[in-house]
């Protein structure tokens, strides 16, 4: 399994777009063309505050932050 790892700051948990979840899905098909990898390519946000829940983070599979980051 590849992680493709997303990194954005906030001060409160990330809020993915509808213009966002596009130009995720976009990265990840692009660099699933690139490598020649087909599957067991999922995104992960890491993110000082985690990932607001809504209707755009459902294609986030995994998400990282500052406690597990700095093992606060």
């Given at each position: ?10 001060e409160h948990p ?59």
């Open positions: 399994m590849v992680h493709l790892c997303e990194m954005k700051f906030s990330y809020t993915i777009t509808k213009e966002y979840e596009e130009k995720l899905k976009a990265r990840r098909l692009l660099f699933m063309e690139v490598t020649g990898k087909n599957r067991g390519v999922v995104l992960t946000m890491i993110t000082p505050n985690g990932l607001k829940k809504g209707m755009h983070s459902s294609l986030i599979h995994s998400e990282i932050t500052v406690k597990e980051l700095f093992f606060l």
